[in-house]
Structure formats: structure tokens, C-alpha cells
């Protein structure tokens, strides 16, 4: 059976700083990891990541595949109070109904 | 450009009545649709998924059903809803096919059964 696992559960910084988010994967047939973001309602894409060692980047954010250890890493540097969310990985197999399996999700809080 | 709907945005609901969650998607045709739960601020579990229209596939047995009437339209049942069945459901759509795609959600369904 398919499995992801988040780290850690939950984690309350200060404005400014630097957060490292964690997630290990246990797929069958791995083509893919994805993180989304989740303020209230529906989550929202952020990355998606298919080459290991190759790091995507967006403003603060950036993400990175190591395949070798089946982990993903999520960094948030300059942290600010509107990064506060749930970040969530899923790891996508070779299939045809491009199914994900989630994690347990991180929430992240951030303090002014 | 594409957008998800889903209704009602919230519903409490009473031990053994039925549901009807439902889903639509516009701008796009044929697209993979699933139905994921989402235990208060935790993961989303995978309940169903849809590759085109009738054809339903169901990860986790339970006393919900899924139907896919229409190409862009996908529905959650329930004959009678469980207090365990209380929680945040997402309907998303993804690009059909087996290429590089990722999923996009709808607004959700706070479900509280009481």
C-alpha cells in the first residue's frame, strides 16, 4: 500500500524565519511528488517535482526530489504570516487515473 | 479557463439521512475527477476517482457512493450518512490521460453530521 508521511505534525515560527518541511513517500511505480498549500478552503498547486536533485523555486518557496531517500523537502525562507497554511505532499505512481496519495499535511503557523 | 464548482458549500445532516454532494467542472472536457475526505486539519484520503463518464473506481469501502452522470459532473451519495462521515470533502479534476498533470480542487463541503 501506497504511503506518505509529513514532518513535522505542526510548527509555529516567527516572521522572518526559515522553515524546512519534510516528506517521505512509499509508492509503488513513483513518477511524481506534488505540494499544495491549504489556507481555508481548497488546496493550491505549488510544485511539482519529478527529477531528483533538481530544485524548483518560487519567491520564498522551493522544493527539492531525492529519490535515493524517497523524501521531498519543502523550504520557506523570510517566512510571513500569510504562509500560515497547511502544506501538503502527494506522491503520484505511473497510472492511468493520475491518482495522488496525500500525506497527514504540516501546519505551519506563523507569528508577526 | 477552467473552474471547479462544488455544493453546498456546508451541511449539517442528521444520523441516517441520505446525501448528495456535487461537483462540476467547466472549460474542459473529459477530465479525471475524484472525491478525497479530509479529517479535521489533517491529509486528504483518495475516496473515489472517475476516468470518464460511469466508470467509478473506489479506493476505501465505506457507505458512500460516487456517480459520474455527465463528462463534467461527479456526485457523492450516501443512503445513510454515519457520524463518522462528518468532514471536509473535496472534489478535484485533473487533465485525463497519463501525462505530467496535477490536481486542482473545488472550494469543498463541510459536512457535520449530527
Known amino acids: 500500500e501506497d504511503k506518505v508521511v509529513q514532518s513535522p505534525l505542526s510548527l509555529v515560527v516567527h516572521e522572518g524565519d526559515t522553515v524546512t518541511l519534510n516528506c517521505s513517500y512509499e509508492v509503488t511505480n513513483f513518477r511524481s511528488l506534488l505540494w499544495y498549500k491549504q489556507e481555508k478552503k481548497a488546496p493550491t498547486f505549488l510544485f511539482m517535482l519529478?527529477?531528483?536533485?533538481i530544485e524548483k523555486k518560487s519567491g520564498r518557496l522551493s522544493s527539492i526530489l531525492d529519490k535515493k531517500e524517497l523524501s521531498s523537502i519543502l523550504n520557506i525562507t523570510a517566512t510571513q504570516t500569510g504562509d500560515s497554511a497547511i502544506y501538503l505532499c502527494?506522491?503520484?505512481?505511473?497510472?492511468?487515473?493520475?491518482?495522488?496519495?496525500f500525506g497527514g499535511g504540516t501546519r505551519l503557523m506563523v507569528k508577526p | 479557463s477552467q473552474t471547479i464548482h462544488q455544493w453546498p458549500a456546508t451541511l449539517v445532516q442528521p444520523v441516517g439521512s441520505p446525501l448528495s454532494l456535487e461537483c462540476t467542472v467547466e472549460g474542459t472536457s473529459n477530465p479525471n475527477l475524484y472525491w478525497y475526505r479530509q479529517a479535521a486539519g489533517r491529509g486528504l484520503q483518495l475516496l473515489f476517482y472517475s476516468v470518464g463518464i460511469g466508470q467509478i473506481s473506489s479506493e476505501v469501502p465505506q457507505n458512500l457512493s460516487a456517480s459520474r452522470p455527465q463528462d463534467r459532473q461527479f456526485i457523492l451519495s450516501s443512503k445513510k450518512l454515519l457520524l463518522s462521515d462528518s468532514g471536509f470533502y473535496l472534489c478535484?479534476?485533473?487533465?485525463?490521460?497519463?501525462?505530467?498533470?496535477?490536481?486542482?480542487f473545488g472550494p469543498g463541503t463541510r459536512l457535520t453530521v449530527l
Open positions: 502527494a506522491a503520484r505512481p505511473f497510472n492511468a487515473g493520475n491518482m495522488l496519495t
Open positions: 478535484a479534476w485533473s487533465v485525463s490521460g497519463m501525462s505530467y498533470n496535477e490536481q486542482f
Open positions: 519529478t527529477s531528483s536533485g
